[in-house]
């Protein structure tokens, strides 16, 4: 980390198991962020909840960033939820 | 053409392979599935569609197209599968636009594509935008080698298939055609329920005067953006009634259907003259017209007249396939597929350029 302060968002969201968090981090994980050097991101998972860490140059980038992965976040959550018991089903 | 027959390298498959397919790289969410029987038959067991639609005078833009593909992408999808009558488990693969389009409208359904992929544990397939058109062309109307001319919103090109590669032989240099149209019908408010195209291939049949308008094919290419200035200039000559059913065919006036009129006639001149030329050098007989201009029906008359002269003939499809669709992903898709060809979820990402030739078209000989 440079000397330049860094403004840091966490987010943690709840899923129904960790297979469901797991699911969260690995599809949204494929996408780089738009600004790699002015946002670092980190997603992991904890017990059933997807934690998300940004750290942000500015505090506007902290709040695109938080804003795009929540934008995100909700929509893999409602396809989950969605389909998330009918894709258990079956097998 | 002359030459020894190639062998097509995709035999009919042993067993019947489904796959879903999931558009939205511009303004229509899309989501289709398709049947490839043991028979070497293709059959198209859904295709539902919804279109962000903005009010007139304004286009769509990226974040607000997102937010409507995020709406509606599980309600098509849903609907999709209901349609085909078919489970998610049934399904062999799910296919999603990759690209070109507009990035975060293409990330929304990606995400989506990926969720399912990991939920059903289905293997994702990347799909070109421009590929999925051809593909789905070429299977609705059954035309063997044609000319393409690719003509959307987003997309003008001349395309012509060799050697596992759709070649490009002619494109805007600078805006697609449709995008012209779109802007033009912006700036005279047209509606753009059901799209601003449309609209303006219905106000162009109450045109009863051409004006002068630049006409720009550049070689092979064709360049767009300085005749959308010109036409838009019209708006601010004087002789120009915005409104009013002046039947006074005496008076020196330009009504917007002349202008749509005019537009129509130069842009779609210059496209079917694009076309011959690639017609000509490679000596086919065949025009495929796919892309949501595809629709125009006086485009269509316009290259049908070319393509009779030539002795050869036109090949369009209807609204179903020929604007944006899940349909057309899902059937290039699963060609790749049964290539063996499928994306990692590592590499699912989308890209707003994507050229056509970048793809190899390993289901053709």
Known sequence: MTDTPWHTVTIRVPFANPKHATIAMQVIDVDPELQREAVKRTLTVDGNDLVASFATSTVRLARLTTNGFLENVDLVARTIGEFGENSERDF | MPGRRRESPLKNPSRAYIALGLEGSANKLGAGVIKHAVDGS??????????????????????????????????VIKDAVAKAKITMHDLDCICYTKGPGMGAPLQSV?????????????????????????????????????????VSGGNTQVIAYSRQCYRIFGETL?????????????????????????NIEQEAKKGKRLVPLPYTTKGMDVSLSGILTSIEA????????????????????????????????????????????????????????????????????????????????????????????????????????????????????????????????????
């Open chain 2, 42 to 75: 293709t059959e198209v067991l859904s295709n539902v569609r919804h279109t962000y639609i903005t009010p007139p005078g304004e286009g769509f833009l990226p974040r607000d197209t997102a937010q409507h593909h995020r709406e509606w992408a599980l309600t």
């Open chain 2, 110 to 150: 990606a995400l989506v594509a990926r969720t399912l992929s990991l939920l059903y544990e289905k293997p994702l397939v990347g799909v070109n935008h421009c590929v999925g058109h051809i593909e789905m062309g070429r299977q609705v109307t059954g035309a063997q080698n044609p000319v393409v001319l690719y």
């Open chain 2, 174 to 198: 600078d805006i697609a055609v449709g995008n012209c149209l779109d802007r033009f019908a912006r700036v005279i408010n047209l509606s753009n329920d059901p799209s601003p195209g449309y």
């Open chain 2, 234 to 365: 019209y708006t601010s000559d004087r002789r120009y009634r915005a409104q009013g059913e002046l039947d006074e065919v005496s008076e020196d006036i330009i009504r917007p259907a002349d202008l749509c009129f005019s537009l129509q006639e130069t842009v779609f001149s210059m496209l079917v003259e694009i076309t011959e030329r690639a017609m000509a050098h490679i000596g086919s007989r065949e025009v495929l017209i796919v892309g949501g201009v595809g629709c125009n029906e006086r485009l269509q008359e316009m290259m049908g007249i070319m393509a009779q002269e030539r002795g050869g003939s036109v090949f369009a499809t209807d609204e179903r396939f020929c604007i944006d669709n899940g349909i057309m992903i899902a059937q290039a898709g699963l060609l790749s597929y049964r290539m063996g060809y499928q994306t990692p979820l590592a590499k699912s990402t989308c890209t707003q350029r994507f050229r056509t030739d970048e793809v190899h078209v390993a289901w053709r000989p």
